[in-house]
């Protein structure tokens, strides 16, 4: 497989494409065969180690792709080679294979009246998180969405799709704002 390897917080320029083991997917992981990738704000800013997750060096950045399921670990029995994934978790997404794994375990709880008592008010949320604590809701919520675009009812705003190989240019279209929707990265 080949894969764009950070390897210093240098950010974009200081990426390299890198043939790599293809790796094998472990228990409850699947092997994704990537088709197409998009750059997204934090992917530029976790390759210059100023976000908020900081991937152990090296690591592969993209947080979100999609493609075809390539291969099975042991305990996986709801997806089979062939089928069309999406994922988004935190780095893996630039390279022609990923990795993926699914997470488990309870969430932690707010107790409610916490804010009440410390004067405090609870806003937001934090997606990549949400996505690792609670898989089977964003599973439903990215289901809905999927179901909506089908039907016509929503369509995303795509920036352009340039190939994989030129991630640096669209590193750079992203540092310097010219990005409008997403942009998309492909392998062949």
């Known amino acids: 497989m080949h894969a764009w390897l950070c390897t210093t917080l240098d950010g974009a320029e200081a990426l390299t494409w890198q043939e790599l083991p293809t790796p094998a997917p472990g228990p409850g992981q699947v092997r994704i065969a990537i088709h197409a990738a998009s750059l997204n704000f934090p992917d530029l800013l976790t390759v210059q180690g100023k976000y908020q997750v900081k991937p152990p060096l090296p690591f592969v950045p993209g947080s979100e792709f999609s493609g ?9 029995t709801q997806l089979q080679p062939g089928m069309p994934v999406a994922a988004i978790g935190s780095h893996g997404g630039f390279a022609t ?12 709880a707010l107790p409610w009246n916490l804010a009440l008592l410390k004067g405090a008010s609870v806003v937001g949320v934090f997606w990549g998180d949400f ?6 809701a964003s599973a439903a919520a990215l289901a809905q969405l999927a179901r909506w675009y089908a039907q016509g009812k929503i369509e995303p705003v795509i920036d352009g ?11 750079a279209r992203m540092g310097t704002r010219q990005v409008m929707g997403k942009l998309l990265l492909v392998n062949p």
Do not use: C, I, N, W
């Open 161 to 171: 799709t340039l190939p994989m190989s030129e991630l640096k240019a669209a590193y």
């Open 131 to 136: 996505v690792r604590r609670e898989p089977q």
């Open 97 to 108: 294979h990923a990795v993926a794994g699914f997470a488990g375990g309870g969430v932690p």
């Open 68 to 76: 075809l399921v390539e291969a099975v670990g042991d305990g996986v």
